[in-house]
């Protein structure tokens, strides 16, 4: 730790806590983390999960983490419950277990990926027409993990005033990039026609007609509406800070610093309300509202059960997945992120498993050779097919050609990239998985 005091931005960690950090690593000063949620209906279509005690090593209570995540459902709500009952549970099954929280916390990406494609998988395959977004954060201490498809937004206000986006915006009309994926995948984008021609209303893919880019479900709209995550992993500085997770009922009324400064000092559980509130009063209850409020407190800071006080006026807002350009080197810049103590740690919103699922970094044993990276099903030898593959013809495999993937996965990855179309023949599919 040579130099550890004259890092940038510790100069203002005391001393104290910085040996009890190195000390204890993370033990003594967990956050508390203190939520609330909101909601107005108007389908019935908006769900959440509000897991709080969940633990990393079954019956250890100091390896707990905290899960908040919201669904919001089109086309009626069975996948947003089906996700909601199963997503959780698939990401923590593509985790192998006896790993230090560090490897933990550097697996979980490739979980969620592992978690929403199995989701996705087992929810068409009982042929259900329905969508969903989903945004799905895991707290575990000071580290914050999100998990988006769709448009439900997750933003973070640090303690330090900030605002950093930890969700990316699948809507077809805010993301170009998405455009020329579906395009280059098959699909054809554009608006809907009126009688005479005049284009209305906002961007959608064909077949389906979605306004959305990715989701969990959807069966009747082009397999290029995947469910493969954007994930972003950050660390929040034991200053804290509050995050929202929001449905787009909130957020195609108000903007993020609306949201932030309409519940500035509010408890979480009446910030949510405030938010809500401020969403309907807006425009009426158009969509359904929902929002999850989550403050990540210094253990200090419990007694006041109001948050201490923000810097008043704008936040410093960083629109985080757009950050090649954000992060550049001017001088202001510089001076802003020395002033903010919000790592981040990892960031990718590919569509390409082989990218997702790759394994390029220390993690010995995540994928192995006899089971599927994706559903986790347990293959005989010579079953599997690597994700880097562009055939599923079999070949003989190294074991570095790994993460593998069972064949049914394999035909889904396929289907994703628009090399082919495995929906046709869902119940053909069904037969296969034994
Ligand atoms: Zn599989």
Redesign the pocket.
Same mark, same amino acid.
């Given at each position: 730790m040579a130099g550890g005091q004259g890092k940038k931005g510790e100069g203002m960690v005391p001393l104290a806590l910085l040996l009890k950090r190195e000390l204890s690593s993370e033990r003594v000063e967990r956050p508390d983390v203190l939520h609330g949620q909101a909601s107005q209906a108007r389908k019935g279509e908006d769900f959440t999960l509000v897991k709080v005690d969940c633990q990393r090593v079954p019956g250890d209570g100091l390896s707990t983490f905290s899960v908040f995540a919201i669904f919001d459902g089109h086309n009626g709500s069975a996948a947003a419950i089906y996700s909601k009952e199963n997503l959780l549970n698939n990401i923590l099954c593509a985790i192998p277990s006896n790993l230090s929280r560090d490897e933990w916390l550097a697996a979980l990406p490739r979980a969620m990926v592992a978690g929403f494609v199995?989701t996705d #998988?087992d929810f068409i395959d009982k042929a259900h027409f329905s969508g969903t977004t989903v945004t799905f954060v895991i707290i575990d201490g000071w580290v914050v993990t999100v998990a988006s498809v769709g448009d439900s937004r997750c933003i973070l206000e640090s303690a330090e005033g900030s605002v950093y986006f930890l969700s990316a915006d699948h809507r077809l009309e805010a993301n170009n990039e998405e455009v020329e994926r579906v395009i280059a995948s098959g699909g054809q984008v554009g608006r809907l026609n009126s009688i005479g021609g005049v284009e209305i209303g906002p961007l959608r893919c064909w077949p389906g007609g979605l306004c959305l880019s990715r989701s969990i479900g959807d069966l009747d709209v082009g397999e290029f509406i995947v469910p493969i995550p954007h994930v972003k992993q950050v660390k929040l500085s034991n200053a804290g800070g509050r995050l929202i997770i929001s449905s787009d009922g909130v957020w195609d009324a108000l903007t993020a610093e609306m949201a932030i400064n309409c519940s500035r000092g509010l408890p979480a559980d009446a910030a949510a309300s405030q938010i809500v509130k401020e969403a309907v009063h807006g425009r009426g209850l158009r969509d359904d509202t929902t929002c999850i409020v989550v403050d990540v407190l210094p253990p200090e800071k419990l007694t006041p059960s109001v948050p201490a006080p923000r810097k008043q006026g704008m936040g410093i807002f960083k629109f985080m997945f757009q950050r090649k350009t954000c992060e550049s080197s001017s001088h202001s810049d510089r001076e802003l992120s020395e002033a903010d103590l919000v790592e981040e740690i990892f960031e990718d919103g590919s569509a390409k498993l082989a990218q997702r699922l790759s394994t390029n970094y220390p993690l010995h044993n995540m994928f192995k050779l006899i089971i /599927?990276?994706? /559903?986790?099903?347990t293959?005989r030898p010579g079953e599997g097919i690597s994700v880097n593959s562009t055939s599923s013809k079999h070949r003989r495999l190294r074991p570095w050609d790994g993460p593998l993937? /069972?064949?049914? /996965?394999?035909v #889904?990855r396929e289907a994703m990239e628009g090399k082919k179309h495995s929906r046709d023949s869902v119940s053909r599919h069904n037969g296969e998985n034994k």
């Amino acid at each position: 730790m040579a130099g550890g005091q004259g890092k940038k931005g510790e100069g203002m960690v005391p001393l104290a806590l910085l040996l009890k950090r190195e000390l204890s690593s993370e033990r003594v000063e967990r956050p508390d983390v203190l939520h609330g949620q909101a909601s107005q209906a108007r389908k019935g279509e908006d769900f959440t999960l509000v897991k709080v005690d969940c633990q990393r090593v079954p019956g250890d209570g100091l390896s707990t983490f905290s899960v908040f995540a919201i669904f919001d459902g089109h086309n009626g709500s069975a996948a947003a419950i089906y996700s909601k009952e199963n997503l959780l549970n698939n990401i923590l099954c593509a985790i192998p277990s006896n790993l230090s929280r560090d490897e933990w916390l550097a697996a979980l990406p490739r979980a969620m990926v592992a978690g929403f494609v199995k989701t996705d #998988k087992d929810f068409i395959d009982k042929a259900h027409f329905s969508g969903t977004t989903v945004t799905f954060v895991i707290i575990d201490g000071w580290v914050v993990t999100v998990a988006s498809v769709g448009d439900s937004r997750c933003i973070l206000e640090s303690a330090e005033g900030s605002v950093y986006f930890l969700s990316a915006d699948h809507r077809l009309e805010a993301n170009n990039e998405e455009v020329e994926r579906v395009i280059a995948s098959g699909g054809q984008v554009g608006r809907l026609n009126s009688i005479g021609g005049v284009e209305i209303g906002p961007l959608r893919c064909w077949p389906g007609g979605l306004c959305l880019s990715r989701s969990i479900g959807d069966l009747d709209v082009g397999e290029f509406i995947v469910p493969i995550p954007h994930v972003k992993q950050v660390k929040l500085s034991n200053a804290g800070g509050r995050l929202i997770i929001s449905s787009d009922g909130v957020w195609d009324a108000l903007t993020a610093e609306m949201a932030i400064n309409c519940s500035r000092g509010l408890p979480a559980d009446a910030a949510a309300s405030q938010i809500v509130k401020e969403a309907v009063h807006g425009r009426g209850l158009r969509d359904d509202t929902t929002c999850i409020v989550v403050d990540v407190l210094p253990p200090e800071k419990l007694t006041p059960s109001v948050p201490a006080p923000r810097k008043q006026g704008m936040g410093i807002f960083k629109f985080m997945f757009q950050r090649k350009t954000c992060e550049s080197s001017s001088h202001s810049d510089r001076e802003l992120s020395e002033a903010d103590l919000v790592e981040e740690i990892f960031e990718d919103g590919s569509a390409k498993l082989a990218q997702r699922l790759s394994t390029n970094y220390p993690l010995h044993n995540m994928f192995k050779l006899i089971i /599927c990276a994706i /559903c986790q099903v347990t293959m005989r030898p010579g079953e599997g097919i690597s994700v880097n593959s562009t055939s599923s013809k079999h070949r003989r495999l190294r074991p570095w050609d790994g993460p593998l993937l /069972c064949k049914s /996965c394999q035909v #889904k990855r396929e289907a994703m990239e628009g090399k082919k179309h495995s929906r046709d023949s869902v119940s053909r599919h069904n037969g296969e998985n034994k």
